[in-house]
């Protein structure tokens, strides 16, 4: 048993590591979200926001997070298989509706599935075979980014986001096709949320450092205000943006700036000023948040919640990047 995980796959042996088939990004099905599709990415958790993805002039690539949790009959390797609905549906109504659908007011929202590797690989169960299991999983990946520009970006403006294991899927793919090209042009901002980014991670993708810059990432990893980071997780090196001012400042930033967090019940809608928020060293820090049943709510690592008790901010600050980036293409008045 594993944190609470079901299952843990077996070890593979000698040099063998079978994995699932590799998913065909030309199908429809192998993707979480796409526009004109109706899926969780389409959702709003209130009346007064609106899916705008019909008019919007950029395009959001999000990779999700860690999904799967436990193995099952034909689902039993260290990465997932596509064909397992059960996994699908969770992630659909997990990562998709939660933290995909802040994106709709800013771009139309593209977000593969991917044959993600187990959450033990995070652990001592599956450290042997950590490596080999996320780089086939950032196969994927990789071969869905490169199959959306080729078909489907059409040189738009682009929006990369993402949380936990995504994020370093996200964090390779900003190497591998934007540091140093072209297309580095095209990058509205990276939201990189839920693992340590070190701040010097581009040579020519800044962390950002003003709610509307772009070209250039924000990161955050969240902790309760009492939690105490151990060995190795105070890394002077790593980034740290406050989602509430979304500069690098390291006051506290007050909870009247929350524009609106969403807890359990996305349907009950945004709850504003959910939580302050405060740069300490390489993670950020806010209180535990109020709410029905928090008595049981006893973790110190919101890591869950990276997106969530800033929600409307996030989305709020992807719809400010678009415009000024665009502002920024528009050729001078004559």
């Avoid at 010097?200 to 990161?219: H, L, S, W």
């Avoid at 943006?241 to 967090?261: D, I």
Wanted: glycine share 6%; aromatic share 12%; charged share 20%.
């Amino acid at each position: 048993m594993l944190n609470g995980c079901a299952s843990v796959p077996d070890l593979p042996d000698g040099n063998s590591f079978p994995a699932p088939p590799a998913p065909d990004y030309t199908l429809t099905v192998n993707w979480a979200a796409l526009p004109g599709m109706d899926d969780y990415a389409d959702r709003v958790p209130a009346d007064s926001l609106q899916d705008r993805q019909y008019q919007a002039a950029a395009d959001v690539f999000f990779i999700h997070p860690t999904i799967y949790r436990d193995t099952r009959k034909d689902n039993d390797l260290w990465n997932a298989s596509l064909s397992d609905q059960k996994l699908n549906k969770a992630v659909d109504e997990s990562t998709i509706l939660n933290q995909a659908s802040i994106f709709n007011g800013a771009g139309k929202v593209y977000a593969p599935r991917y044959r993600q590797a187990h959450l033990s690989v995070f652990y001592d169960e599956g450290a042997a075979v950590k490596a080999i299991a996320l780089d086939t999983a950032y196969q994927d990946v990789l071969a869905a980014f490169d199959h959306f520009l080729k078909y489907q970006n059409n040189g738009r403006p682009i929006i990369l986001a993402a949380h936990s294991q995504g994020t370093l899927h996200a964090e390779r793919l900003l190497h591998d096709r934007f540091e140093g090209t072209p297309l580095r042009e095209k990058l509205v901002a990276a939201y990189l949320i839920g693992m340590p980014i070190e701040r010097a991670a581009y040579r020519d993708i800044p962390v950002c450092n003003a709610p509307d810059q772009t070209g250039c990432f924000v990161t955050w990893r969240t902790y309760r205000e009492d939690f105490e980071p151990g060995p190795g997780q105070d890394d002077p090196a790593v980034a740290v943006v406050n989602p509430l001012t979304w500069t690098t400042a390291t006051g506290k930033a007050p909870a009247s700036l929350n524009e609106g967090g969403i807890l359990l019940n996305y349907a009950a809608g945004p709850i504003p000023e959910l939580v302050w928020a405060e740069i300490r060293g390489a993670a950020l820090y806010t209180n535990k948040p109020s709410f029905f049943g928090d008595i049981f709510f006893r973790t110190k690592n919101y890591h869950v919640a990276d997106y969530n008790f800033f929600w409307m901010n996030v989305r709020e600050n992807a719809r400010v990047r678009v415009a000024r980036y665009l502002a920024s293409k528009r050729p001078p008045a004559q």
